[in-house]
């Protein structure tokens, strides 16, 4: 089992840089069919890694509730990716993805206290980043709309759940080298959310948009990949 969970995560890996660069290309050529179908087949592989890496817990006698839980995160994640790629075209399905994103962030937060517990720490950070965050919007004079409230409510909880993923590195019950590894995860998730609003409430430049996806999707492979015993 040592072999497989060392080989396994690097012919994943090799299939999702594969894919990655097959999605960045089809966005370039603004191919909205196969974007989107590259798009939710890399959501299925971060599915498959989630369900390998808990099979692999369980052989090994070590899967727990919170496992489950960030799995269910990387499902909600499929119907975000699905209806994001609307976010300029229907806003409707534009909140539909939020929606599916809180649901992700509401099942990795529930995650992390469930194994770390709650401390003031994550508060504290969240409440630092969420002042950058708003200086940012304030200086490039970012017009939200009607999403102003969804997208409110979906930014405290992404902010909350990288913040508790950063200090869960610190804690006592940390999982050896899975808890860093969901812990750049979560920080990368974050990442790309500003680069996303910077594209989308900033700037057309495509340079923020490749930042985002290639964020976004290192994020959920990591996330993932936090999965596997390690």
């Known amino acids: 089992m040592a072999v ?25 050529r603004h191919n909205f069919v196969r974007a989107t179908t590259l798009k939710l087949t890399l959501g299925a592989l971060f599915c498959i890694t989630g369900i390998a890496g808990l099979l692999l817990l369980t052989l090994d006698g070590s899967v727990e509730i919170p496992d489950i839980l960030v799995f269910c995160g990387l499902l909600c994640a499929v119907g975000g990716d699905y209806f994001l790629q609307f976010i300029r075209l229907d806003a409707k399905k534009f909140n539909a993805g939020i929606f599916f ?14 194994r770390f517990g709650i401390g003031w720490q994550e508060f504290v950070v969240t409440a630092a980043v969420l002042l950058l965050v708003l200086l940012l919007m304030k200086k490039q004079d970012w017009q939200l709309g009607k999403a ?41 998730f974050l990442v790309s959310d500003l680069f996303l609003g910077i594209w989308n409430y900033h700037t057309d430049k495509r340079i923020h948009a490749n930042l985002n ?6 994020g959920m492979f990591l996330l993932a990949l936090s999965l596997h015993p390690m």
């Open 213 to 218: 996806w290639i964020t976004y999707f290192s």
């Open 148 to 188: 102003q409230v969804p997208l409110t409510v979906y930014t405290v909880l992404l902010v909350l759940m990288a913040a508790k993923a950063a200090v869960s590195v610190f804690s006592p019950q940390a999982i050896a080298g899975r808890t860093l590894v969901m812990a750049a995860g979560a920080v990368l």
């Open 101 to 114: 994103f809180a649901l992700t962030q509401c099942f990795l937060l529930i995650s992390m206290f469930m």
């Open 4 to 28: 497989l969970s060392v080989v396994l995560p690097v012919v994943i890996a090799v299939c999702y840089v594969i894919l990655l660069w097959q999605y960045i290309r089809m966005e370039a």
